[in-house]
């Protein structure tokens, strides 16, 4: 006789893959494909490699782990990396609330696949603090039209930075 199984897709998934830096990896993979393909921008899958390298320092510095599972993410996680991006990587809050968001998605991935069944994210609160940006003086805007820049994303950076700079004096 011959037996009919039915597998759910959570089933079907590897056991690897419901790691953190797993799941992790696998995004990153998927996202640089999209950031090739035109749809997706470099900015963001930089800050998405940065974060998952901090993972691994974080979890190598804190929990003497590679990796960790993604039913072992607790609020006190969230919480203790949060603190390492405060203390070791020197990060303000602006900048600690770009660096959550990464893990956050790998959260809500883990969840709607149904490899975690709550959210760890749940009480916690992304930091943000309201800023204002100052206005380049004459003097650092003549500097910055003169200066001589090798790489080309630093050229693009000071135009369009002289390009604001100019619709304010304007």
């Known amino acids: 006789t011959t037996e009919i199984y039915t597998l759910s ?99 809500f991935r883990a969840i709607d696949n149904g490899w975690l069944t709550r959210d760890p994210f749940h009480d916690y609160k992304v930091p943000k603090v309201e800023t204002t940006r100052g206005f380049l003086t004459k003097e650092e805007i003549h500097l910055l039209m003169n200066a001589e820049l090798k790489r080309k994303t630093m050229q693009d950076r000071k135009s369009t930075r002289l390009n604001s700079s100019h619709l304010v004096i304007s």
């Open 9 to 107: 897709l959570h089933d079907a998934l590897p056991i690897c893959c419901q790691t953190l830096l797993k799941v992790y990896a696998q995004y990153n993979e998927d996202y640089e494909k999209l950031y090739k393909a035109g749809m997706r921008s470099w900015g963001s899958l930089r800050r998405y490699r940065c974060v998952y390298r901090h993972l691994q320092e974080f979890l190598q510095s804190r929990y003497h782990v590679n990796d960790i599972s993604l039913k072992e993410l607790t609020p006190a996680f969230i919480t203790d990396f949060e603190a390492f991006l405060r203390t070791d990587k020197h990060l303000c809050e602006n900048s600690l609330s770009v660096y959550m968001l990464p893990l956050r998605t790998m959260v």
